[in-house]
């Protein structure tokens, strides 16, 4: 989802599940629930930077805690 807050800036937030793919390794077999939070900011004409603070939620044991998730995008119109 994204809000645009600001004429040049939104609020996003995303679920993303994602299956288990190692085969009979416990835990890392189990799917994860990640949710991500940030913002994107036009900085620019056509130029976006983007950064997410990433939170596993559900079952922790199978992936990273939290990250970081940071981008720039340019606009072709």
Known sequence: MEWRA???????AQYLYSDGL?????????ASHEVNLGFKWECSPGVVL??????????T?????FGLHAGVAWRFD
């Open 22 to 30: 190692a085969i009979d390794l416990g835990e890392l077999s189990d």
């Open 61 to 65: 044991n199978n992936s990273p805690d």
């Open 6 to 12: 600001f004429n040049r800036a939104s609020i996003i």
């Open 50 to 59: 983007e950064f997410a603070l990433i939170e596993n939620f559900l079952t």
